[in-house]
């Protein structure tokens, strides 16, 4: 266990402040910076992403980076032109590196160049952790930068959707974009989005036509015989078919953290808009902490279904989160062992913090047999590196909390968890939590099964939320009397009868 990097804050200010002496000033003439990042250990160019606001907060236009949301993205250096001022920034390189934010001065006619060594406080792929984002959208060559900076290795680039296939008519020459070394964009990732929710696919060899279809027809799961081995992810737990995709055996993942579900909008038709309405008006945490919820009563109801993230970046509006699925990879790395161990369970996701827990030397996604009614107790190795500040920590067993503490707690235990306890099957995971206000920012482990007797956990009443959830997406199907309506409503009598008879095999509350 990496003591040092127990709830670490790391943070770096600087004060930056140019004076230089010019014969003349010009009223209105600008100031030259020009600002160059390397790898401390390394010495090589480093990609980082910096946000320079003025005296009011308001963001500065850097010309020469890639400008998201107020935010520059650049590889090694990046030259700014800026008007006499005093200026706040903030720079990033990923959740490895210390960030640094300060302000400096500058008046007109300065020319001033700096060079900033940045150190990893952890090399995650060290220990065999590589990073994904399973939602990404833009330009390539836009993308390829905002891997960099954000320090992905692995990212689903999604070129199709519902409105546009732009391969069509073309030739396909290259199913992944490789640059920086080791780093991987897949570029046939595509998006199919309508009244039942929204999935992504991952590892396609050619777009799926979705394009011009009814939001009501046909289901998602209609190009279920074309997938062969894609990956197909559930882009929230809030999606309205998500039981019927389960049912269907249509899914990989589902993504549970990302910006995109604390944006995510319920019509009063939703399955879940009851649910929706409890959630308080201001609180900016509740649309994450019931996906998690949702996803809970998913592993509760016997489905183990591999967590991811992704930021959702568009076009108009892209996010310089660093929502990401951290995916563990035995041996050498490549893209192809990253998606299988993505499937295997062996993942934990982030917004911020690094987490990584390990039982009886194995990775989150393990399975471990008992025998019924023999007591287990299970012992969690934990290491985790953050810049930000904890909350406190939990462990969640079969969906209900086992254990939460806080920092000083936790110190005081010098990071060792009490043993977490089965006699039957079940589940359990880790998460802690920021102090962030403005969202959810957490880190949450993949869960760990036990299974006695052969058997998974099923409980009753998880299995039956789904049974009704089906009932009421079914109550709203929107479509005329006919063939196609009766085919979608089929499908959610099949899902409503397979959650039924999962309900029947339950061994659990």
């Known amino acids: 266990m990496h003591l040092s990097h127990i709830f670490t804050t790391v943070r770096v200010l600087l ?14 003439a600008y100031a ?13 160019p480093c990609s980082a992403k910096i946000r320079i606001t003025n005296s009011r907060d308001l963001p500065q236009r850097i010309d ?59 090399d995650m792929k060290k220990e065999g952790w590589y990073p994904g984002n399973l939602a990404l959208s833009g330009r390539t060559n836009d993308l390829e930068t905002i891997m960099l900076a954000d320090d992905l290795v692995l990212g689903n680039h999604i070129t199709w959707n519902n409105q546009i296939n732009p391969w069509a008519g073309k030739p396909i020459t290259t199913l992944r974009d490789e640059f920086g070394a080791f780093r991987s964009l897949w570029e046939m990732g595509g998006e199919d989005n309508r009244a039942g929710g929204k999935v992504w696919f991952a590892r396609l060899n050619e777009p799926l036509p979705v394009q011009r279809l009814q939001p009501e027809y046909p289901a998602a799961t209609f190009f279920q015989g074309d997938l062969g ?44 808009a009851e649910k929706a ?26 489905i183990r279904m591999p967590p991811v993230a992704a930021n959702g970046t568009d076009e108009e509006d892209r996010s310089s989160r660093l929502d990401r699925v951290y995916a563990q990879v035995d041996g050498d790395y490549s893209p192809v062992a990253w998606w299988d161990a993505v499937d295997a369970g062996k993942v934990f996701v982030t917004n911020g913090p690094l987490l990584r827990a390990t039982v009886e030397g194995y990775p989150p996604g393990h ?23 904890i909350a406190y920590l939990e462990v969640i067993k079969n969906g209900e909390k086992d254990l939460e503490i806080s920092l000083d707690e936790y110190k005081d235990r ?18 802690v939590v920021t102090q962030e206000a403005d969202y959810y920012q957490y880190a949450t482990t993949a869960p760990f099964y036990v299974e006695a007797n052969g058997q998974p956990r099923i409980s009753k009443s998880a299995a039956e939320f789904f049974r009704d959830w089906v009932f009421r997406r ?13 085919e979608i409503i089929d499908l959610q009598r099949d899902a409503r009868d397979f959650w039924q008879k999962r309900a029947k095999m339950a061994n659990a509350p």
């Open 367 to 389: 399975v471990f047999p008992i025998n019924i009614g023999e007591k287990h107790e299970f012992q969690i190795g934990l290491s985790l590196a953050t810049r930000q500040t």
């Open 414 to 431: 010098r990071g060792i968890l009490p043993p977490v306890t089965f006699t039957d099957s079940g589940w359990f995971l880790v998460r």
């Open 64 to 122: 020469g980076g890639l400008m998201i949301d107020g935010t520059a993205y650049f590889t090694g250096s990046l030259k700014m032109k800026l008007r006499p001022g005093q200026y706040g920034f903030r720079l990033d390189a990923g959740p490895e590196y210390p960030f640094m934010e300060g302000h400096f001065i500058l008046q007109s006619g300065d020319t001033d160049s700096r060079t900033i060594e940045l150190k990893r406080f952890i």
């Open 32 to 44: 030259e910076y020009e600002l160059r990042v390397v790898d401390a250990q390394t010495q090589l």
């Open 229 to 272: 081995s894609a990956h197909v992810t559930a882009a929230s737990p809030l999606e309205p078919d998500l039981p019927l995709w389960i049912a269907r055996d249509f899914l990989d993942s589902v993504c549970i953290l990302g910006p995109e579900i604390e944006a995510y909008q319920f019509g009063p038709k939703h399955p879940l």
């Open 474 to 486: 079914a109550m709203n199907i929107d479509l005329p009397d006919g063939p196609q309506r009766n």
């Open 15 to 28: 004060l930056l402040s140019f004076v230089l002496v010019a014969p003349a000033i010009v009223q209105g």
């Open 277 to 302: 309405a409890e959630i308080r008006k201001g609180d900016v945490t509740g649309k994450a902490r019931l996906a998690l919820d949702i996803y809970y009563k998913l592993l509760e109801s016997g």
